[in-house]
């Protein structure tokens, strides 16, 4: 073991995920001997969405006092480090697969620069860019490439500072779910498709022993809220309720409810169809995708994974982030707050090893 990973042990890290309104934390210690991460603490809070304006924090003051406030009001457990990897929206980012030649380490970046500036409509000086490689073969290498706009990564660094924290590792939301799969699998060798249901955009990833592809569709939880409210003729927060208690499940209101959201299901199911299709493709359809996982706060409405399912032909289940880990004497989070945790449980994940290869 060298003095790097040593001190990394020694200091851990937790997880901030700053959603289109509401923040959340989480803490995880490591125990090597038995691979177990136990929950020291964990919580979440809301803000003010005004406070980030396409995807650029701009009202620093605000959303500092909010994570405060969460801090100092809503921890269960214990949050003991200033060092936090920050979660950055999936649809702020821009995320490729690429086949390259096979060429040196040395290379690598600026090939990768030079392959994204023919689909990245945002001038690379203007982008931080990292990779990752996936696979290398005689005939070349496949990797993972993300790029994200400086202001946006800019701001969310001034916020870290203004909070006193110390940043150690900035991770895209899709990473961060596809982290914590990783996690929950170990062995499982089963290509999937993950579904991510922000409140305002849907985030889907082919995964294959690692991040394969990834898109993101417009929509969430926000807008299947707002469609149920004007099929019913209800306000806001009465089809908010509808929409977790009954969802598409068998209620009086079913028929209507399936009626409003499916048209919008459905090309969500479109999209995941086309990128089975490029996965497929590209492997030689010698790894066909075999389930379907769903995240996030939209996966709780009752019903969507049945219907899901019927309309894919694939099994499709929910992602519980909480299910390996180890809670100690904390009180678990609310039912309906657990799939919150999706993305803050994939940053709490990240190995100390992570930081420095």
């Known amino acids: 073991m060298n003095n790097s990973s040593h001190f990394f042990k020694d200091k851990p890290l937790f997880g901030l995920d700053i959603g289109s309104s509401s923040i959340k934390v989480m803490q995880l210690e490591r125990r090597n001997n038995s691979g177990e991460s136990r929950v020291t603490g964990y919580g979440v809070g809301e803000y003010d969405p005004n406070a980030i304006q ?26 003991n480090t200033r060092r936090v990897a920050v979660s950055i929206p999936a ?7 690429m086949s390259l030649p096979k060429i040196k380490d040395a290379d690598l970046m600026q090939a990768v620069k030079l392959e ?39 701001s969310y660094m001034n916020l870290v500072e203004v909070l006193g924290l ?32 922000g409140s305002g955009s849907v985030d889907i990833t082919i995964y294959d022993k690692g991040v394969i592809v990834t898109g993101t569709v417009p ?35 079913q028929a ?13 199911a479109k999209e995941i169809r086309r990128m089975i299709r490029y996965h497929e493709e590209r492997s030689g359809s010698t790894r066909k995708i075999e389930q379907i996982i769903t995240m996030g706060g939209g996966a709780n409405m009752p019903g969507l994974s049945d219907y899901l399912t019927n309309n894919m032909r694939i099994p499709v289940r929910t992602c519980n982030p909480w299910q390996d880990f180890n809670m100690a004497k904390l009180q678990p989070p609310h039912t309906l707050e657990k799939s919150l945790y999706v993305t803050v449980s994939g940053l709490a994940l990240i190995d100390y090893q992570e930081l420095f290869t």
């Open 219 to 253: 929509g969430g939880g926000d807008e299947f809220t707002e469609i149920i409210a004007k099929k019913l003729d209800i306000s806001l927060q009465e089809a908010h309720i509808v929409k977790s208690k009954y969802g598409l499940s068998k209620s009086k209101k």
């Open 166 to 197: 110390e940043p150690v590792a900035f991770d895209t939301t899709i990473l961060s779910a596809g982290r914590l799969f990783q996690h929950q699998v170990n062995s499982n060798d089963v290509p999937a498709v993950l579904i991510d249901f």
């Open 91 to 97: 649809n702020r980012t821009f995320t490729r697969s």
């Open 54 to 79: 396409d995807g650029v924090i701009t009202d620093y003051n605000s959303l500092a006092q909010s994570i405060k406030d969460m801090f100092e009001h809503n921890i269960v457990g214990e949050v």
């Open 116 to 154: 994204a500036e023919q689909y990245i409509p945002v001038p690379i000086d203007d982008l931080y860019i990292d990779y990752s490689v996936i696979e290398k073969t005689e005939k070349g290498i496949e990797l993972l490439a993300v790029a994200v706009p400086k202001k946006v990564v800019d």
């Open 256 to 268: 209507d409810i399936t009626e409003a959201l499916s048209p919008n299901i459905d090309k969500l």
